[in-house]
């Protein structure tokens, strides 16, 4: 259908019914082209109230107060600006970037939303298709009487801004035409001006054009009609009223009038900056209220279009004010483009959030400071106070268990109640006496070992004469815990970040919000007794896990503790941050055919049934081919099916069976249940070959007699943790004798396998020198090196080591 039709509002809105023929042609199949001339047309009757001169409350309420509840927007004005729809030469369109925005506009159409653009382009458009007509004319005009020698020195002339818009609108239109109808999307444009607001009754036409097209799912795409419009008068926003000088106030405007949920304005910056985008220490403001615009500098105007961006906080604070939510963020960045917008309406952490409602407490960036600050201030404490600090949170663990019982039973009711959580999770979340009793110990532990963590000499050497040089462990920075239904992580990671001397920033899952709100206040406690209070903060506010691993500024390594799903999520999303930690924990048990039987069935026992939700409980047995058919073989599936393991065969096994279980869907599954794969193996050789195909680097088991199996296994096997003889259950911080850990990893830098204390501490070298140059060692220079090892001297914070 020909929908696509353009529309002069100083022309046409004076006549009141053509707009109704024109749609009741339209959606007959008729060609509306056949009718009179078009106009727009009033549906309903409005009030005698002056039409944008006060912003209007939506029937539905105000704005949204925060980021995800966008995803609730169902009327969306998407702004493009001049710098988002034109090319870097200022001459043409930039088609891929504009063809990203039609996609994804058309997308959220499609998914029943009321979608609306306001754009800019006409002029740029129009200035390629005059330079093109112009060259054309002058090189035939100079062929015919000069010859081809004198093309080279032609010259453009400066062309005029209003003609280029002329000779661009229709081209411009033509161009988002064809775009939308890849996506079976229907378009309208409409062109304004600031007059046609002074009337009445242009207004209310404006009005009911708008909502009847919406109605009919048609994407209206608005623009200033740059043909005729005047230049813009400065000072003219009185009594209320915004005047349209730009695109930014039209958007502003029109959101209101059609009572917008969301107004998307896209620019050529990331969003408000608290000072001009470059220079020193420029802050992207995430959230934008009212009053800010006081304290914040503003840089020049973009390369194109006449607005700034102190004209786009003036008209986003207008539409606010309105009761529409407005969101500034970059449409240039070739990185997001393609789903900038669609971000925005996700809720996701993109641009500059315009809210009325600011937040209780300080927001995650402020949070992120604070504990940057005090972990500072933290590290700089003597051994003996940090440890002090870990004493005195494990002694109110055991002290104030009734209160945390009582916070942890709300959860478990709730998460009951929901039947949000499988049962695996529910064991997570669910803590004890004897849960804290361990956490305590734990935590003791940890004091004792931070005796000698933070500033301790790694390594001297006397380089030359008085140039000594040193290696020692300093904290990494801020820490990022983000963890879900396990609230007995939050004492355990709080311990070993205090001994480390590490600022921690937690995240824990919603389904244990009362238990990790009261552990986190006794850690401050336990912090408060040396003033670092603020060095462990628990993130409460509505941050989505994505949006904190993009704090690459603030945060220098993530560590999730949860899911496999919850790991793979954070690894892809933190892609300038460290992540510290593993997605699976596919944990073999391997019975060579020299095992014994004892051994056998207690290691598969307790691997597999001590804790079927641990990362570190066996998820495939495999067995020798020399097994099968014999007693132990027997004993083992008998031990099984009396715990109530569900046996899912592998490939090789289920060729030997008549009869055989469920076969496996994949080798390389963690079921965190009393479920587990069997699979037959030729020799040990073949089972190395199997765990590294199909294990995840976590902890791996052999069970024999045979100590040069064993050690062949041990040595050859490339996993975190490779045991013998011993459950896979011990790949634990605390088995170890780490006190506690934050996780395990199976990365093959920094640390590996349960991390503790020592994974929490990277190094610095420290160099005291009299004066000594570099040109001192030269060919020419009177120095020679030394390179002499020195005794490690242990040395604490504030003193100094001799030679």
């Known amino acids: 259908m020909y929908l696509q039709k353009m529309f002069s509002c100083s022309q046409i809105l004076a006549r009141p019914n053509a707009m109704q023929t024109f749609i009741r042609a339209a959606s007959q199949g008729k060609n509306p082209s056949s009718s009179p001339f078009l106009t727009l047309h009033a549906v309903r009757q409005w009030s005698n109230v002056p039409f944008f001169t006060v912003p209007l409350a939506r029937a539905h309420g105000k704005s949204f107060a925060h980021r995800s509840e966008l995803r609730q927007a169902k009327r969306i004005v998407v702004k493009l600006g001049s710098a988002v729809v034109t090319r870097g030469d200022e001459c043409g369109l ?383 920075g801020v820490l990022l815990v983000i963890f879900e239904s396990r609230p007995d992580c939050l004492p355990q990671v709080s311990a070993l970040a205090i001994a480390s001397g590490n600022a921690l920033l937690l995240k824990g899952g919603k389904e244990a919000a009362n238990t990790n709100r009261i552990l986190h206040e006794l850690a401050q406690e336990a912090l408060s007794i040396h003033g670092v209070k603020d060095a462990i903060q628990l993130v409460s506010t509505r941050e989505e896990v994505e949006d904190l691993c993009r704090l690459e500024k603030m945060i220098d390594l993530i560590i999730p503790r949860g899911s496999s799903q919850l790991v793979r999520d954070i690894q892809r999303a933190a892609k300038s941050i460290p992540v510290l930690g593993h997605s699976e924990g596919i944990c073999h048990v391997y019975v060579d055919h020299e095992a014994s039987v004892d051994n056998a069935i207690k290691i598969i026992r307790d691997s597999k049934c001590d804790y079927p939700a641990a990362c570190n409980a066996m998820e495939t047995l495999l067995v020798h081919r020399d097994l099968l058919r014999t007693p132990l073989f027997d004993q083992i599936i008998d031990m099984l099916r009396t715990e109530h393991v569900q046996v899912h065969a592998g490939p090789k096994f289920a060729s030997y069976l008549t009869f055989s279980p469920s076969e496996v869907k994949s080798l390389r599954t963690e079921y965190g249940d009393l479920e587990c794969c069997i699979e037959v193996v030729d020799s040990m050789q073949d089972a190395i070959d199997h765990i590294h195909k199909y294990g995840s680097s976590h902890t791996d088991v052999i069970v024999t007699e045979n100590e040069a199996t064993a050690e062949q296994f041990l040595q050859q096997l490339d996993s975190a943790c490779v045991f013998w003889n011993a459950s896979s259950r011990f790949a634990d911080g605390y088995r170890f004798g780490l006190g506690a850990e934050v996780g395990i990893s199976t990365a093959r830098i920094h640390a590996r396998g349960p991390v503790g204390l020592e994974g929490l501490l990277t190094t610095k070298w420290v160099l005291r020198g009299e004066g000594h140059t570099a040109a001192d060692f030269s060919e020419q220079g009177s120095m020679t090196y030394l390179h002499e090892n020195l005794p490690v001297a242990q040395v604490l914070p504030g003193h100094r080591t001799t030679s």
């Open 94 to 476: 930039a088609l891929g970037r504009l063809a990203s925005i039609v996609e994804q506009v058309a997308m959220l159409q499609n998914q029943g939303r009321e979608m609306m653009i306001v754009t800019s382009g006409a002029v740029a458009f129009g200035k390629q298709r005059l330079r093109h007509e112009i060259l054309l004319s002058q090189s035939v005009r100079q062929a015919l009487h000069s010859g081809q020698n004198q093309l080279k020195d032609m010259s453009l002339p400066v062309l005029e801004a209003r003609a280029c818009a002329a000779a661009g609108q229709s081209g411009l239109m033509a161009l988002y035409e064809a775009m939308f109808t890849q996506y079976s999307t229907c378009t309208a444009q409409i062109l304004v001006t600031n007059l046609d607001f002074h009337d009445e009754q242009k207004r209310r036409n404006l009005n009911s054009t708008l909502h009847e097209l919406l109605r009919m799912n048609i994407v209206p795409i608005i623009n200033t009609n740059d043909a005729v419009v005047p230049p813009p008068e400065p000072n003219s926003d009185l009594q209320g009223v915004i005047s349209i000088k730009d695109n930014d106030s039209l958007a502003a405007r029109l959101a209101v009038e059609m009572r917008a949920d969301l107004l998307i304005a896209l620019s050529d910056v990331e969003g408000i900056y608290d000072r001009p985008p470059g220079s020193d220490d420029a802050k992207l403001l995430d959230t934008f209220y009212p009053g800010d615009q006081h304290s914040i500098t503003y840089g020049t105007k973009s390369r194109v279009g006449i607005g700034g961006m102190e004209a786009k906080v003036k008209a986003a604070l207008w539409a606010l004010q309105g009761g529409t939510s407005v969101v500034i963020a970059n449409g240039t960045n070739p990185k997001v483009t393609g789903h900038v917008i669609t971000d925005i309406v996700e809720g996701k952490k993109v641009g500059t959030f315009f809210s009325e409602v600011k937040p209780a407490g300080p927001t995650v960036e402020q949070q992120t400071e604070m504990a940057r600050s005090a972990g500072r201030t933290l590290a700089s404490l003597e051994p003996e106070q940090r440890s002090e600090i870990i004493c005195t949170f494990a002694d109110l663990l055991t002290e104030r268990k009734d209160e945390i019982l009582s916070a942890n039973k709300k959860d478990m009711e709730l998460a009951v109640s929901t039947g949000c959580l499988s049962p695996p999770m529910l064991n997570r979340l669910s803590l004890s006496s004897s849960k804290l009793n361990s956490l305590s110990i734990g935590l003791r532990q940890i004091a004792v070992s931070s005796q000698d963590s933070v500033g301790r000499v790694l390594r001297r050497t006397r380089v030359a004469n008085k140039l000594e040089l040193e290696q020692i462990t300093v904290p990494i």
